[in-house]
């Protein structure tokens, strides 16, 4: 599979998990992502790291509910490839792409 495939499922993942603490607060996450971190809604695949910072920002603390949430579903999307317990948020992200789309690792290369 392709990366961009990975990316649209990633987004959607993403949206999922946003979407159970409501569609007005999913919106309204949206836009502090954009106006506070310059993270765009449709880039948010791009800069997952700066979403992540983000979330983190906003939430504090709660933020790993969500990140779980959001792992969760990757997890459904891209057919169960990684399951989701010891990682980081970016790291599982990272991991679950390079799985999906059959990348390796710059030290797997060496």
Same mark, same amino acid.
């Given at each position: 599979?392709?990366?961009?495939? %990975?990316?649209?499922?990633?987004?959607?993942?993403?949206?999922?998990?946003?979407?159970?603490?409501?569609?007005?607060?999913?919106?309204?996450?949206?836009?502090?992502?954009?106006?506070? %971190?310059?993270?765009?809604?449709?880039?948010?695949? *791009?800069?997952?790291?700066?979403?992540?910072?983000?979330?983190?920002?906003?939430?504090?603390?709660?933020?790993?509910?969500?990140?779980?949430?959001?792992?969760?579903?990757?997890?459904?999307?891209?057919?169960?490839?990684?399951?989701?317990?010891? %990682?980081? %948020? #970016?790291? *599982?992200?990272?991991? #679950?792409?390079?799985?999906? #789309?059959?990348?390796?690792?710059?030290?797997?290369?060496?």
């Amino acid at each position: 599979m392709s990366k961009r495939d %990975f990316d649209k499922l990633l987004f959607e993942a993403i949206d999922a998990g946003l979407s159970s603490i409501g569609e007005s607060s999913k919106q309204a996450i949206y836009f502090h992502l954009k106006k506070g %971190f310059n993270v765009k809604k449709h880039e948010i695949p *791009y800069k997952i790291e700066d979403f992540a910072h983000g979330i983190e920002r906003i939430f504090g603390p709660g933020a790993d509910f969500l990140e779980i949430l959001i792992m969760k579903n990757l997890y459904e999307k891209v057919g169960h490839l990684l399951e989701p317990k010891d %990682f980081v %948020f #970016t790291e *599982y992200v990272a991991a #679950t792409m390079r799985s999906f #789309t059959g990348e390796k690792k710059a030290e797997e290369l060496v």
